[in-house]
Nanobody, 116 residues
Framework: QVQFVESGGGLVQSGGSLRLSCAVS????????MGWFRQAAGNERELVASMTSSGSTNYADSVKSRFTISRDNLKKTVFLQMNSLKPEDTAVYYCNQGVGSPFPNWGQGTQVTVSS
């Protein structure tokens, strides 16, 4: 059964940076499109970044040019470098499959709080 363990969140001031990590226990990780999602209080969970097995990336307009997704296939880990953070980036961040239907068993997520 696939498992996701997110880490790296925290409290940061507006304009600051954070780097999130997600360890994934998925047999075919290197072939999977992985994504980072976030869910702010009272909002639906949204996909903010994804990366295919070949390295192609896609970003939500709200984070384009500020966030960078990357992956280490040997360590089965996905990263999200977040720069120029804004208060509206405050959310719980999750990783999961970034194309089609996500796996139903989400990780605990990591809280990102950006103060103004």
């Amino acid at each position: 059964q696939v498992q996701f363990v997110e880490s790296g969140g925290g409290l940061v001031q507006s304009g600051g940076s954070l780097r999130l990590s997600c360890a994934v226990s998925l047999k075919y990780f290197s072939a999977a499109t992985m994504g980072w999602f976030r869910q702010a209080a009272g909002n639906e969970r949204e996909l903010v970044a994804s990366m295919t097995s070949s390295g192609s990336t896609n970003y939500a307009d709200s984070v384009k040019s500020r966030f960078t997704i990357s992956r280490d296939n040997l360590k089965k880990t996905v990263f999200l470098q977040m720069n120029s953070l804004k208060p509206e980036d405050t959310a719980v961040y999750y990783c999961n499959q970034g194309v089609g239907s996500p796996f139903p068993n989400w990780g605990q997520g990591t809280q990102v709080t950006v103060s103004s």
